[in-house]
């Protein structure tokens, strides 16, 4: 008899990792794609099948957590999600949640507490200790996703056209983007909306620029350190929006890639007024949890420091 195995799938904006694990915590096989949010992206569900066919018929595999951008906010989206996942493995258990409730979920290995999420998009959600949750946030890109990788990225955008009209005062932004890019200043207008204009996947190619004003920050740069203070502005909202439903000095911690920038994780951690907790997995681990908990595995430990470290190698080989 084949051993039991678990998958994770851990959607975003930007991609989807899809992970195979033992019951000992050990990562058997990963694959990664494109992001695979239905709010933005009509090929989503192509995406999404493309990069799960692999395990379809995989010996031993027992339970499915699949977490997922977008679930549960838009009714007849959910259900199409719903759908995917259950045509994808018919007999098998599985546990279909928003994208933010798993990375709680391993955030915090099922306890409560306040997870402030910025990734390409941004949104909190908090869990008490009766096991309620709530969320604030999370509205897309056109009506909110404040302090995200794709804010901070648009907001770039809107200050160096500033910059160069001569609207705003000069920053180096200008010259990390443009070289970054490989555009032409000498004619700018053209060469960034030509950018613009070519993108097949504007949202995760927007939210990318961040990286340059999180390295032109560190590099002094006013007008960057200016706006990672208004992004720390604008998460240490969605923390307040929902902290109430928490006991009073719940744990919070963060997930989402945009808090890869120490400044802004730093920025986050002044305004709440205290220090963010190590989350205990990353988003994939709490897809894995989700799906180990169908199983009513034992879990110790023992197994979450083992997809905590394995999770992690298998994040940085993806990025490689």
């Known amino acids: 008899m084949s051993e039991e195995l678990i998958l994770g799938i851990d959607g975003g904006g930007s991609k989807v990792f899809v992970t195979l694990a033992n019951r000992d915590g050990h990562i058997l096989r990963t694959a990664l794609g494109g992001g695979v949010n239905p709010m ?21 595999l027992t339970a499915v957590g699949a977490a997922l951008p977008a679930y549960g906010e838009v009714a007849h989206l959910s259900a199409l999600q719903k759908q995917c996942i259950d045509e994808a493995f018919p007999d098998i258990r599985k546990a279909v949640l928003n994208d933010v409730d798993a990375a709680h979920l391993g955030a915090f290995a099922g306890r409560p507490g306040i997870l402030v999420l ?28 404040e302090g995200s990788s794709y804010w901070i990225g648009r907001e770039a955008l809107h200050l160096i056209s500033q910059s160069l009209d001569g609207r705003a005062k000069p920053t180096a932004l200008t010259k990390a983007i443009y070289d970054d890019l490989q555009l032409d200043i ?80 730093e920025a986050v951690e002044r305004r709440i007024g205290r220090q963010a907790i190590l989350p205990v997995l990353p988003p994939i681990g709490g897809a894995l949890l989700a799906a180990a908990q169908l199983l009513d595995w034992p879990l110790d430990e023992g197994w979450f420091g083992q997809i905590a470290v394995e999770a992690e190698a298998a994040i940085a080989r993806s990025r490689q």
Not at 208 to 220: C, E, F, H
């Open 186 to 265: 000498s004619d700018p207008i053209n060469a960034l909306g030509g950018w613009i204009n070519g993108l097949a996947r504007p949202r995760a190619d927007i939210a990318a620029l961040s990286i340059l004003v999180d390295r032109t920050a560190q590099q002094g740069d006013e007008t960057s350190i200016s706006l990672i203070e208004k992004a720390a502005d604008e998460l240490a909202k969605h923390h307040w929006a929902i902290s109430g439903h928490c006991e009073a000095g719940a744990n919070w911690t963060y997930a989402g890639g945009t808090f890869s920038s120490r400044l802004l994780l």
């Open 40 to 60: 933005d992206n009509p090929d989503w569900r192509h995406e999404l099948e493309r990069h799960i066919e692999p395990f379809r018929n995989e010996p031993g």
């Open 118 to 145: 910025s990734g390409t998009g941004s949104m909190s959600w908090a869990r008490n200790g009766a096991g309620l949750s709530t969320r604030a946030g999370g509205w897309g890109d056109v009506i909110g996703d």
